[in-house]
């Protein structure tokens, strides 16, 4: 019998987060929520996982591992001429039967998460305001940090109208950005000095891993070429200086955190794409967490996905609190709209 649940998933993910941004994933979510077949492998999905994303994932990691099989054609990052998604799914099928042994493996035990890079381009400008005011290093505390490839955000350049450079100008990664506000961003040329920093995820990647690595880069979709490439540079400087990373429960562990970031450095708590997992309650708690952690220190607190999908910078000041809300931020990083926090700091 159809799983009409599952069905409903795999239409919504092609209408909704597929058109126009993956025709391959587009046309084999539509497929799949008509063939109970190969929707069956999505109950082995862990709870709270976004299921297609999952499958596909699971499915692109096994061809970049090099398993063999036509579908790879299909595949933007397999090939420079991919054929027509249009005819993929039996293909895709056909696959799944062969290695279902696999796939049923990677679903029960991988998680889907994000290392978005580019995100850091529209968190550059706060961390220069952030900068500003304080007049010292910033200590970052990363919550949801998977890899920790934002808390490297001062070792990348940045560019965002014009031919100007800003950032670490000498990095061989170059993040672009576009601010759609009459309003431009405060920019340091160079980035601000950086202190401790910090991420903490209930499963951390840790990309000197081969294997955690290829995981990372099959949940980048096909035909987005441009982040695979920003995913790769921005792995290399991982490599060469990794940041310091804590698996556990984030909530629990961020006042002992904070307590261990020296007194000499601006506190910033970040995070992006990562607390709309958070339920009502957890929200509060984090929240609440901040207020306890501002009775001792100035600390600011930088984020999306709380209340809306909006860039929101608050701060606890000398014991009082400010809320400033920055703008949209497209999900990958390519734009975002700029309100600069008026942040009373004295």
Not at 89 to 94: A, D, E, H, S
Not at 176 to 197: H, Q
Not at 308 to 320: E, S, T
Request: hydrophobic share 35%; proline share 5%.
């Amino acid at each position: 019998m159809m799983n009409s649940k599952l069905a409903s998933i795999y239409r919504t993910f092609a209408q909704e987060e597929c058109r126009g941004v993956s025709r391959l994933y587009e046309v084999l979510a539509r497929n799949i929520a008509e063939d109970e077949d190969v929707m069956n492998f999505s109950v082995k999905v862990k709870e709270g996982q976004p299921v297609p994303n999952l499958l596909f994932g699971a499915v692109h990691y096994l061809l970049l591992q090099g398993k063999p099989h036509k579908l790879k054609h299909f595949y933007r990052s397999m090939t420079d001429h991919p054929m027509e998604p249009e005819k993929s799914f039996p293909y895709f099928k056909n696959f799944c039967r062969l290695y279902s042994k696999e796939i049923g493996s990677l679903l029960q035990t991988k998680l889907v998460q994000t290392n978005e890079v580019r995100r850091c381009a529209y968190l550059y400008p706060v961390f220069c305001e952030v900068h500003r005011l304080t007049k010292k290093p910033l200590a970052m505390i990363e919550l949801g940090s998977s890899a920790g490839l934002q808390l490297l955000w001062d070792q990348y350049s940045y560019a965002y109208e014009g031919e100007e450079v800003y950032g670490n100008r000498n990095s061989s990664l170059l993040l672009s950005s576009e601010v759609r506000t009459n309003t431009a961003p405060f920019l340091l040329k160079t980035s601000p000095p950086a202190g401790k920093r910090i991420g903490v995820d209930l499963n951390i990647s840790d990309l000197t891993n081969e294997e955690e690595y290829l995981w990372l880069k099959a949940l980048i979709w096909p035909e987005h070429h441009e982040r695979r490439v920003l995913f790769e540079k921005a792995a290399l400087h991982y490599a060469k200086n990794p940041p310091q990373l804590v698996e556990g429960n984030a909530l629990e562990l961020l006042e002992t955190l904070a307590a261990n970031v020296p007194a000499n450095e601006t506190l910033c708590i970040f995070h992006t794409h990562v607390a709309n997992q958070f339920s009502p309650s957890m929200k509060k708690d984090l929240l609440n967490k901040i207020r306890q952690i501002g009775k001792r220190r100035n600390v600011f607190h930088i984020y999306n996905n709380m209340d809306d999908q909006k860039l929101h910078v608050d701060a606890v000041i000398n014991q009082k609190e400010q809320r400033h809300t920055i703008g949209r931020t497209d999900g990958h990083g390519r734009w975002f709209e700029w309100q600069p926090p008026r942040i009373i700091f004295d």
